[in-house]
């Protein structure tokens, strides 16, 4: 039972467009929402996060937006750069702090064409 | 530099051989994790541990096996047992939960021949 899902496996984006990547959550104890990136052949690096208590985090080309009645969230990139080209993993924690663990989804892999 | 250290990056391993792959960090976490990606399956847990001496199963512990004797290190060893052990391994570790999560190790790449 995947509690965290990425439906997209791949998406194709021109190089100065948007790029929107989407997480679809099922379980209503998630409350703290977390981005990954990753290159092949190197771990994941933190991208950016949301807590429930907003519905909105922006950090650059980056904002989140978190929709709890729809338990979705969506990643979006503006402007997207042939460098944003990888693995985005979605993963969500039951509590912002005390929680050791992190549920993810399968990854969308973004490929931005120049 | 603070940072989670893995080693090898590459490593090819014969049918029916154990191996161990390191990882250590000097991040003062108390919690690590080891994580399999294969291809299209995303990061699937094999073990954690929230404390030394503790350690606890994932959602595909066998043919794993792991310990944790030291705060920093948490050698992940595959078995024989394991069935299909090429994968790319990630390890990772955590403190109190914060706004950044995991910080993960570069992985390294298990090939059996």
């Known amino acids: 039972d995947q509690q965290v899902k990425q439906n997209s496996p791949s998406l194709s984006v021109q190089e100065g467009r948007i790029s929107i990547l989407n997480c679809d959550y099922t379980?209503?104890?998630?409350?703290?929402f977390l981005w990954y990136k990753k290159y092949p052949a190197e771990g994941p690096t933190f991208l950016i996060s949301?807590?429930?208590?907003?519905d909105k985090n922006e950090d650059g080309r980056f904002t989140v937006f978190l929709n709890k009645s729809a338990k979705h969230l969506s990643l979006h990139i503006v402007p997207s750069q042939p460098g944003d080209s990888a693995v985005y993993f979605c993963?969500?924690?039951?509590?912002?702090?005390?929680?050791?663990?992190?549920?993810f989804g399968k990854g969308t892999k973004l490929s931005v064409i120049p | 530099d603070g940072g989670i250290t893995q080693s090898p990056k590459y490593l090819f391993r014969k049918e029916g051989q154990n191996v161990t792959l390191s990882c250590e960090q000097n991040?003062?976490?108390?919690?690590m994790y080891w994580y399999r990606q294969d291809p299209g399956q995303g990061l699937r847990l094999i073990y954690y541990?929230?404390?030394?001496?503790?350690?606890q199963k994932g959602d595909i512990a066998e043919g794993y096996s792991v310990s944790r004797e030291k705060k920093e290190s948490f050698p992940l060893t595959v078995t024989s047992a394991q069935k299909n052990p090429t994968a790319f391994y990630l390890c990772?570790?955590?403190?109190?939960?914060?706004?950044?999560?995991?910080?993960f190790g570069s992985g390294t790449r298990l090939t059996v021949v």
């Open positions: 379980n209503s104890m998630f409350d703290y």
């Open positions: 991040l003062n976490h108390d919690a």
């Open positions: 990772a570790s955590s403190g109190q939960f914060g706004p950044y999560g995991y910080t």
């Open positions: 993963a969500a924690s039951p509590s912002g702090a005390g929680s050791y663990q992190l549920t």
């Open positions: 949301i807590s429930s208590i907003k």
């Open positions: 541990s929230q404390i030394v001496n503790d350690f």
